[in-house]
């Protein structure tokens, strides 16, 4: 059941199979690809009833052994995650609310920067002190964000010594709660860098740098971003803590998830491959919508950044497709390969009409501005629960996904409502507060500095001030 060591694999199929600390410490495959496991571990219906009652700790450390194994024991891994998730201010970490007879809210936003982010980046945090205790390893850590991996992170490494991290964000493209979250954490380790441009802008620009020898090399590159596998592992434990709560395995439930990279959602998609019964995958996104158009249409075609309230969705480069898109091709590392180059040069692909149906898990919705307001609306007035606008545009998706009335739809709260006050009260005329543990976020000192839009000086920058 358990995969084996160096078994990790490269999407792009030309580069070294990894074990489990190797793709942790990585970042992209050198062939620019995205490691996965070679196969998915795959748990029977009695060992998921056997998962019942386990608290999330401990089902994180069953559900994710047979990731690490070789690496890590389940015990280990537990001793881990107890450190990542004692953290948060929920004693169940991933809460699930009712709205009515058919919604679920799974709230992923107790950990100690409000969103989603926090489940997978405290494990990762943990893990890597773990891999770099005792050896003279320096990580320097690259990432670029929408808005909440940035803050995620830097919690999540923040004075660690064996590490420097370099957090670009899209300068004034992410709110304010998000800005201050990264740069009134003043440790000596963080760097934090606003680029005049959008966040695929900047997240081109550190996946040049994963290629670029001269960076890559005298640096050892790490990820935070989705493309590190550690994360998406992580996130693969709600998905079977809230179907557990909801009858699983003997009843299939339905997830819709508000989605950018494509990280949180090829989760599920993981979860579902390792046995978990799931109805459908929603994939939730707003007017940066190219994967509600590559699942709906076959159209994956790149198309100018607007920016929204969800600024953690606004995103037409969706790393993890290649996940999906290497199974939807058989696992043929070079067939994959050439279609990411087609795509990388033409900025678009077609998805065929055999590809779309072996992807019939997914479901996929848009919503505008109106109709994210809308579902805050609804469940503000008819549920009494204040909701963050991704959670809104998730919601939204779910209301309208025409899914039997019997199948339990769990909609991923992913962010706190007040990380975006703004958006909130002008849908629901209320303004949310920030808990009591982040409270004085306005009060701290900021600390970033502003670049162009240009590579040049993004590497320059980065190669200026990383320890060696
Ligand atoms: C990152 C983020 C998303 C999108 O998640 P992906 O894994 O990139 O698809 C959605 N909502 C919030 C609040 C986020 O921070």
Redesign the pocket.
């Known amino acids: 059941m358990a995969i084996n060591s160096k078994d990790y694999i490269s999407t792009r199929g030309n580069a070294d199979a990894l074990d489990f600390s190797g793709v942790t410490l990585t970042g992209l495959a050198s062939d620019g690809g995205l490691y996965v496991p070679r196969t998915w571990p795959q748990f029977t219906p009695g060992q998921i009833v056997a998962m019942r009652g386990l608290s999330y700790v401990d089902l994180a450390a069953r559900v994710m052994a047979p990731f690490t194994a070789g690496v890590l024991t389940e015990d280990e891994l537990g001793g881990l995650c107890k450190a990542a998730y004692g953290s948060f201010a929920h004693a169940a970490v991933t809460p699930l609310k009712q709205l009515d007879s058919q919604h679920f809210l799974l709230e992923l936003f107790h950990g100690p920067t409000l969103?989603?982010?926090d489940v997978a980046l405290q494990l990762l945090g943990q893990l890597f002190e773990r891999f770099l205790t005792g050896t003279d390893k320096k990580l320097t850590i690259v990432g670029a964000t929408?808005?909440?991996?940035g803050s995620a992170a830097i919690d999540a490494v923040a004075g660690r010594e064996q590490i420097e991290i370099f957090m670009l964000h899209p300068h004034q493209r992410v709110s304010d709660v998000q800005r201050r979250q990264m740069t009134t954490i003043l440790a000596p380790n963080v760097h934090n860098i606003a680029i005049q441009g959008s966040f695929d802008d900047a997240q081109a620009m550190v996946k040049r740098m994963f290629g670029d020898r001269e960076v890559n090399g005298p640096l050892t590159l790490s990820a935070v971003n989705?493309i590190n596998w550690a994360r998406l592992m992580a996130q693969v434990v709600y998905y079977f803590a809230a179907a557990l709560r909801l009858g699983a395995p003997e009843r299939p439930i339905a997830f819709s998830v508000?989605?950018?990279?494509?990280?949180?959602?090829f989760a599920g998609y993981v979860a579902a491959q390792m046995g978990l019964p799931v109805e459908r995958l929603i994939v939730a996104t707003n007017v940066n919508d190219i994967l509600h158009r590559a699942l709906s249409k076959g159209d994956y075609s790149i198309d100018e950044v607007t920016p929204t309230a969800?600024p953690?969705?606004d995103?037409q480069i969706?790393s993890n497709f290649e996940r999906l898109l290497f199974d939807l091709e058989g696992r043929d590392g070079s067939t994959t390969a050439a279609r990411m180059k087609w795509f990388e040069q033409m900025g678009k692909m077609v998805l065929s009409a055999d590809m779309r149906k072996k992807a019939s898990l997914f479901a996929s919705t848009r919503a505008d501005a109106d109709e994210m307001a809308l579902a805050m609306r609804w469940a503000h007035e008819a549920c009494g629960e204040i909701i963050?606008p991704?959670s809104a545009i998730a919601l939204h998706a779910a209301r309208n996904a025409g899914l039997a009335a019997e199948v339990p739809i769990v909609t991923l709260a992913?962010?706190h409502p007040a990380k975006f006050p703004d958006a909130v009260e002008r849908a629901t005329g209320l303004r949310p507060s920030l808990p009591r543990r982040v409270a004085q976020l306005f009060d701290r000192e900021e600390r970033f500095d502003v670049l162009p839009g240009d590579y040049e000086a993004v590497r320059n920058y980065v190669l200026e001030r990383a320890v060696r």
């Open positions: 969103a989603f982010k929408s808005g909440d991996t989705s508000p989605t950018g990279n494509f990280g949180d959602v969800a953690s969705m995103i969706s963050d991704h992913t962010a």
